[in-house]
Each structure stands twice: as structure tokens, then as C-alpha cells.
């Protein structure tokens, strides 16, 4: 199956930091998500996007499918964007990165 | 749509016992999923239906793990016997294809004593 490294696996952020994710994977896909999981366990979408640039307020993605990967842009950070971070690809189904841990300090 | 509606929330069992985990996939969407989350082996797909016939189980860990979608509204995952190592976050997501965006449903925090 698809292999999803994703990196740094743990990012530790002052408030109001800004910082970005990596996401690898090993073959073609048909679509690439990102997940935010809170601090309660809760699987939230960010965005769904199997290719270019999307923002959704301080929050950005680009994937650049040709070279298989993606990023993940946080700006200003918030102490509420703490949490899991995973990047998931689908072929025929979704496999997971490991995810990357992100502690924003007050 | 309330999004994909599992129950119970959190269930604490002895070993040895049957579990059953439910969940509602949002109207509209022909594929299900069930997942289980590790801190060991991270977030890995289970089984997948799509319109209500399981395509892929290859990620069920054993027999003694069955799931179900008698109809398009509603899938369950079994588990029986329970042993503490079953002990998990099990999630059930939904879509509307194969390679359309998946939504997640709450989980099931599993404790099996």
C-alpha cells in the first residue's frame, strides 16, 4: 500500500507562530486530506485536496501531486490549534500518516 | 446532516464479552468505513462497504472481529470474544465515493478489562 510520512512528528509553537507541515507519499493518489484531531479525540476536516493551494483562514494547504507531497501552513498560531495533525491519501482507501503532534504555548 | 453518528461514546467491557459498536454514515453516501486508532499503530482502515457490501476486510485483525450494513443507514462492527488488546478508539467514517472526501464520526473509546 501507499506509504504517508509526515513531518516534523512533533512541532512545538509560541503563540502567534507561524510554522508548516509535511506530508510524503509514495505513490499516485486520487485524494489527500488533513485532519486536525483535538485535544477530545474529535477527527476535524481541513481541507480535502488532491491538488493546488487552498486557504481557509489562517489555515492554507498546497499539494503538489506530481512530486507527492503536501504542506500544511499555519499563521499566527493559537493556542487552540493545539493537537494532531494528519495528512491521509486515498487510492482506494485512506491510509494515515502518523501524524504531527502541535503544542502552541500561551 | 448531523454528520456520521456513532454510539456508545465510551464503553468499558470484561474480556470475554461481545461489543457492538454502531454508526450512522451521513445520508447520501455510499461508502463506510471503520477504522481503529492505536497509539501504537496510529489511525489503520478495518473494513469498508460500499453500498452496504463489504469490499475490503483484509484489515479485520481476526475472527473474532465481524462488521455489518444491513442497510444503507446504519453498520455495525462486532466484537467477540473482547480481549484487553482490543482496546481502542474505533472510528466509523463515510463518503459519497471512492475517492471523495471522508467524514468522521465521533468514536467509540473502547476499554476492555
Known amino acids: 500500500g501507499i506509504q504517508v510520512e509526515q513531518s516534523p512528528p512533533d512541532l512545538i509553537l509560541q503563540e502567534g507562530a507561524n510554522s508548516t507541515l509535511r506530508c510524503n507519499f509514495s505513490d499516485s493518489v486520487n485524494n489527500l486530506q488533513w485532519f486536525h484531531q483535538n485535544p477530545w479525540g474529535q477527527l476535524i476536516n481541513l481541507f480535502y485536496i488532491p491538488s493546488g493551494t487552498k486557504q481557509n483562514g489562517r489555515l492554507s494547504a498546497t499539494t503538489v501531486a506530481t512530486e507527492r507531497y503536501s504542506l500544511l501552513y499555519i499563521s499566527s498560531s493559537q493556542t487552540t490549534d493545539s493537537g494532531v495533525y494528519f495528512c491521509?491519501?486515498?487510492?482506494?482507501?485512506?491510509?494515515f500518516g502518523a501524524g504531527t503532534t502541535v503544542t502552541v504555548r500561551a | 446532516d448531523a454528520g456520521v453518528i456513532q454510539s456508545p461514546r465510551h464503553e468499558v467491557t470484561e474480556m470475554g464479552q461481545e461489543v457492538t459498536l454502531r454508526c450512522k454514515p451521513i445520508s447520501g453516501h455510499d461508502y463506510l468505513f471503520w477504522y481503529r486508532q492505536t497509539m501504537m499503530r496510529g489511525l489503520e482502515l478495518l473494513i469498508y462497504?460500499?453500498?452496504?457490501?463489504?469490499?475490503?476486510d483484509s484489515g479485520m485483525p481476526e475472527d473474532r472481529f465481524s462488521a455489518k450494513m444491513p442497510n444503507a443507514s446504519f453498520s455495525t462492527l462486532k466484537i467477540q470474544p473482547s480481549e484487553p488488546r482490543d482496546s481502542a478508539v474505533y472510528f466509523c467514517?463515510?463518503?459519497?465515493?471512492?475517492?471523495?472526501?471522508?467524514?468522521f464520526g465521533q468514536g467509540t473509546r473502547l476499554t476492555v478489562v
Open positions: 491521509a491519501v486515498n487510492d482506494y482507501k485512506l491510509s
Open positions: 462497504f460500499n453500498n452496504n457490501v463489504p469490499i475490503d
Open positions: 467514517a463515510s463518503s459519497f465515493s471512492s475517492a471523495g472526501e471522508a467524514f
